[in-house]
């Protein structure tokens, strides 16, 4: 799609269906997302979200994903 060199995918968070609070329920408090890491040729890692509603919290999940990716980087380099 990206025309990445991708040499591994893994689905991290499967596909998940998720529910708003609102009652009653209606067909917009639903969304789908799923997580995807892809690990290029050069060994980079790329997280990719999938998914199928608005959020407004979107940036502060990248955030909490990205510092522990990091994180995790760095736990396997010591």
């Known amino acids: 799609m990206l025309d990445l060199p991708a040499k591994n995918v893994?689905?991290?968070e499967?596909?998940?269906i998720h529910v708003l609070?609102?009652?009653p329920y209606s067909a917009q408090d639903f969304y789908t997302s799923i997580?995807?890491?892809a690990e290029?040729?050069?060994g980079t890692q790329v997280i990719i979200e999938?998914?199928?509603h608005h959020q407004n919290?979107?940036?502060n999940r990248l955030?909490?994903?990205l510092c522990s990716q990091v994180n995790q980087n760095l736990e396997k380099i010591r």
Do not use: H, K, R
């Open 10 to 12: 893994t689905i991290l």
């Open 14 to 16: 499967g596909s998940n």
């Open 21 to 23: 609070p609102s009652m």
């Open 35 to 37: 997580d995807v890491l």
């Open 40 to 42: 290029l040729d050069n």
């Open 50 to 52: 999938i998914q199928v």
């Open 57 to 59: 919290f979107f940036i």
């Open 63 to 65: 955030w909490a994903y």
